[in-house]
């Protein structure tokens, strides 16, 4: 049977139809949901910040009105408003509003009837007139004709005018008259606008807001130099906007965001540069984060973002600030000496820091031999607050490696221990800590509970030292430590024979005593050599036969950006991964690298648990027994440490004033000067918005009583005075920074001499802030290279710290830097001949006629200054420094400013205002700044009478001064 073929226009194509527009309509719904929902989260987030920001800023005008209407104003406010609509009732009247709209006619009706065709007029006439005379000088032939023609024209220009004038005149009477019907509206919408000013900006900013609406665009920054697309800021759409919208992500604000902001502005930086990830993904938060498999730079969150600093910024001093977890984590990284081991971009295995190990080359003669073994064996055993590791030494081990240093000790002690000590040790014991004391040990050491942590704890020191070379080493601490910063005393044979008595006393017990065959078994000390080899002791430590051998651990230059594959985790990889939620280590590079730095300096041999290894073999890295938050800062800090290049742009050049700062500070805390010295005052932020600087005179009652070292306008104080205010107005109380020896000293002055705490306060170190107006730079390089006395009723004197000129000329440029004093300071006019004699011509007699003035009762400036060799009367605590070499120690302009408000100089100080105007004319005729001139210029034309030359000082001195002499 034959079948008939359908015709093409009898098929029926509505199957294939239907299944098409399914599809169609499938593939819109998922477009749809795809670039609403998956492909494109930003716009929800965008979305999410415009409802949030609308929420926020109504809640401010909310809060603003609340706390408003607790106010004493709020009465006033609602007076005024109540007038307000009084007012504005007045003005919507019927008669108001017609006697207005009848103002505005007429207004209207003069300037169109009357006042435009007058101006018309005047400028088609002020046009002709320019025409005529263009003529007069083209036709001299119409001369007079011309002329004629100008007169009338200025006539009626003249006449326009007035009429002109008359009408603006009628105009503005009608404006003025328009304005008074609203002027008590416009009065006391004005008058409440003081009111509501805040609230009207949160207003304004919601307006703002809601006429833009939710933006829904990608925000990028793109970084040509580096090839790199940022789009972090279209989640993050907060991110530089007001703190306080939502503290939660991706909506809230940048931490300190005008700190970090202002100086990375979000257009020029983007995010990418400091917390990485992938930049362009935003299709998803985790591809955004970079935080998915193989990803080399994931994101960097919180404290972790600090690493990235070092891209840039190179010193610490840029970082402080910004950075102070990375910043510890570099000085801890330099303390703790790990790049004598490893090899590490920015430090040289010669570098001397602070806690580098002392020289092992004299330990025989030093140290006592069951010390040592038990020191080797487990360091914090014997202090618990070293920085020494521990290598978990055997007993056996640490008797091998102490017999090697023993016989390899260039110098040994024939008796060990407190052998040489005198018998009768008591009185000596006693003077020795006293001095101890006197001597601001306490500074840089601790005795026990008391003292600082900056040099070692001395709790149990009479356990580690031999008497013989305790007396040697402090009298001469370079001799047995060439890289010491522990300073010379300069104390004498007796005083250093006290103090070493004294600290024979520290100990908990007293050593057994090992015997020779330890010591001098060659065997042992063959093995003690090798472990030294192995362990790399000799990168602390000078050791003999140890010269010139290299790092025994590997670089770690690149170590935060090393290839996790070369990370071994031995057998714990699977657990330590588990923890932080991870399957597989390249799921998150990052996080891997950061679990494994971890876990290496919390137990830096734990990746040898479970596994078979030769000795040879394991891990040798010691415990340093670390704290969470040091861990953490040396994780920060290694991290930073990447192979990547910055384009110049984003490179900081530290200003030479910022390389003189940091450079300086360095070596202040290189030689702990802030130990004794304070560097700073006290700083209180106050709840008005005040912030004074200045010193603490006192509180009580919950009141403060505070002198101000520098002015503070907001409170109309000027400097030197004292302001008094409740504990409950501060807002913020900073510390100065430095003295920190001060309290110790005051409180063994006070227990041990009697002295009280007010009078003990004569006796600390000198303040030294505002030192570079001061001193003169070379009076103090030469005062830094060899201290003198100038305070010689002081028990703590400034000892010798024997730095090299490079050092101290970088503390003397610090402190001028530092309080923008002139560097190189090279001139003082007082001591010119030529102005000496100007000004003996202006005031005959004036040398004499000043120190006359300086002599005076009323002065008397030697009844407390020391002069050469010359002591004042009274208590040495009422004695101030020595006046003889205040002509090349001290800045002739701070002497000015001494003399005229010493208060405003150094807030708390004894001396006392002497002049002030109208003083002293009997003496010296001028004014008081003329007068303190004279004076100052007396003190730069001092002479020393110390070598028995008189002239100067000895026309200084009388019968009624006190002779006591220097001993």
Avoid at 49 to 63: A, N, T, V, W
Avoid at 694 to 699: A, L, N, T
Wanted: charge should be neutral.
């Amino acid at each position: 049977m034959k079948f008939k073929q359908k015709l093409e226009e009898e098929k029926s194509f509505s199957e294939i139809f239907l299944l098409v527009s399914i599809v169609l309509i499938g593939v819109l719904i998922w477009v749809v949901v795809d670039e609403t929902w998956l492909m494109r989260p930003w716009k929800g987030y965008q979305k999410r910040f415009y409802k949030l920001e609308q929420q926020y800023l109504s809640g401010k005008i909310s809060d603003e009105e609340t706390a408003f209407s607790k106010t004493e104003h709020y009465k006033k406010y609602k007076e005024l408003e109540t007038k307000l609509k009084a007012a504005e009732a007045r003005l919507n009247s019927d008669a108001e509003q017609e006697r207005l709209e009848q103002l505005m006619d007429d207004k209207e009706r003069l300037v169109k009837k009357e006042l435009k065709p007058v101006t018309a007029e005047l400028i088609a006439n002020r046009n002709k007139k320019l025409e005529v005379e263009f003529h007069f000088g083209h036709h001299p032939e119409k001369k007079d004709e011309i002329l004629h023609e100008i007169k009338e024209l200025e006539h009626d220009i003249k006449r326009l005018e007035g009429e002109q004038a008359a009408l603006v005149k009628k105009k503005d009477s009608f404006t003025q008259r328009i304005s008074m019907v609203s002027a008590d509206v416009d009065r006391y919408t004005s008058e409440i606008k003081q009111y509501t000013t805040i609230k009207d900006q949160f207003k304004s900013r919601l307006d703002a807001v809601k006429r833009k609406g939710p933006t829904l665009q990608v925000y990028q920054t793109f970084i040509t130099e580096t090839n790199m697309a940022d789009r972090c800021m279209s989640c993050h759409a907060g991110i530089d906007k007001t703190p306080g919208i939502s503290d939660q992500n991706p909506y809230k604000a940048h931490p300190n965001r005008e700190y970090y902001l202002g100086n990375h502005p979000t257009n020029i930086f983007g995010c990418v540069v400091c917390h990485e990830g992938q930049g362009r993904a935003i299709s998803s938060v985790k591809e955004g984060h970079g935080e998915l498999m193989y990803w080399l730079t994931p994101l960097l969150k919180g404290v972790n973002s600090h690493s990235s600093c070092t891209k840039c910024h190179g010193m610490e001093s840029e970082l402080e600030e910004g950075a102070p977890i990375l910043v510890k984590g570099r000085k801890l990284f330099k303390e703790l000496g790990c790049y004598r081991c490893h090899e590490t971009k920015g430090f040289q295995k010669t570098e001397i820091t602070e806690r580098t190990g002392p020289d092992l080359t004299n330990i025989a003669y030093s140290t006592q031999p069951e010390w040592l073994i038990n020191w080797i064996q487990y360091p914090k055993h014997v202090r618990p607050d070293t920085r020494m590791p521990n290598f978990d030494f055997t007993r056996e081990e640490a008797e091998s490696i102490a017999s090697y240093l023993w016989q390899v000790s260039d110098e040994k002690s024939a008796s060990l221990g407190n052998a040489g000590l005198s018998a009768d040790v008591a009185d000596l014991v006693d003077k020795g800590k006293d001095l101890f004391s006197n001597k601001g040990c306490y500074v840089c050491h601790r005795d026990g509970d008391s003292g600082s942590e900056f040099a070692p704890n001395l709790f149990n020191i009479g356990e580690k030292l031999n008497y013989d070379y305790a007396v040697k080493w402090l009298q001469d601490p370079k001799k047995y430590q060439p890289k010491t910063v522990m300073p010379d005393f300069r104390l004498s044979e007796e005083e250093a024979v006290s103090m070493a008595s004294y600290l024979m006393t520290l100990k908990e017990k007293d050593n057994a005593p090992i015997g020779d065959d330890i010591l001098q078994d060659s065997k042992k000390a063959d093995e003690g050599e090798a472990l030294i080899k192995r362990y790399g002791c000799f990168s602390c430590h000078k050791i003999k036969g140890m010269e010139g051998v290299g790092r025994i651990g590997v670089e770690l230059s690149k170590i935060g950006s090393k290839d996790i594959g070369f990370l071994d985790f031995g057998l714990l990889e699977h657990d330590l991964l588990h923890e932080v939620g991870l399957k597989h280590g390249h799921d998150n590079v990052g996080l891997t690298r950061r679990v494994w730095l971890e876990t290496k300096l919390h137990d830096p041999r734990i990746f040898d648990q479970g596994r078979y290894k030769l000795p040879k073999d394991k891990l040798r890295m010691p415990n340093f027994d670390l704290k969470e938050d040091e861990i953490e800062a040396l994780v920060v800090f290694l991290q930073s440490l990447v192979e990547q290049e910055i384009p110049s742009k984003f490179l900081p050049e530290p200003t030479e004033k910022q390389n003189d700062l940091f450079n300086g500070y360095k070596v202040v805390e290189k030689f702990n000067c802030i130990g004794c010295h304070q560097f700073s005052l006290d700083s209180i932020e106050l709840n008005n918005g005040a912030v004074v600087e200045g010193v603490v005179k006192k509180e009580k009652k919950g009141k403060v009583y505070f002198q101000l070292w520098k002015d503070a306008p907001l409170l109309k104080k000027t400097a030197g005075k004292t302001i008094r205010f409740k504990k409950d107005e501060i807002v913020n109380h900073t510390k100065g920074v430095g003295g920190y020896v001060a309290p110790l000293l005051v409180k063994n002055l006070k227990e041990t001499h009697g002295i009280s705490e007010k009078e003990a306060a004569n006796y600390l170190p000198p303040k030294l802030y505002g030192q570079g107006k001061k001193t003169q730079p070379n009076w103090l390089f030469s005062f830094l290279k060899s201290p003198v006395i100038l305070r010689p009723w002081y028990k703590a004197v400034m000892p010798t710290f024997n730095m090299t000129d490079d050092e101290i000329t970088k503390i003397v440029k610090y402190f001028s830097v530092r309080d923008e004093a002139e560097y190189p300071f090279q001139y003082v006019q007082s001591k010119d001949k030529n102005y000496l004699a100007k000004m003996e011509k202006t005031s005959p007699g004036y040398m004499e006629k000043a120190k006359t003035l300086f002599n005076s009762p009323t002065v008397n400036c030697i009844s407390c200054h020391i002069r050469g060799d010359v002591m004042p009367e009274g208590k040495p605590s009422d004695w101030a420094p020595d006046l003889s070499i205040a002509k090349n120690r001290l800045r002739p302009a701070w002497i000015v400013k001494w003399l005229t408000d010493p208060q405003s100089v150094q807030p708390g100080t004894k001396m006392p205002t002497f002049f002030s105007d109208g003083m002293y004319q009997d003496i010296l005729p001028g004014s008081t700044q003329f007068q303190i001139q004279s004076v100052m210029d007396f003190l730069m034309n001092f002479e020393n009478s110390s070598n028995g030359n008189k002239e100067g000082l000895a026309l200084l001195d009388d019968e009624t001064n006190g002779q006591a002499q220097i001993n």
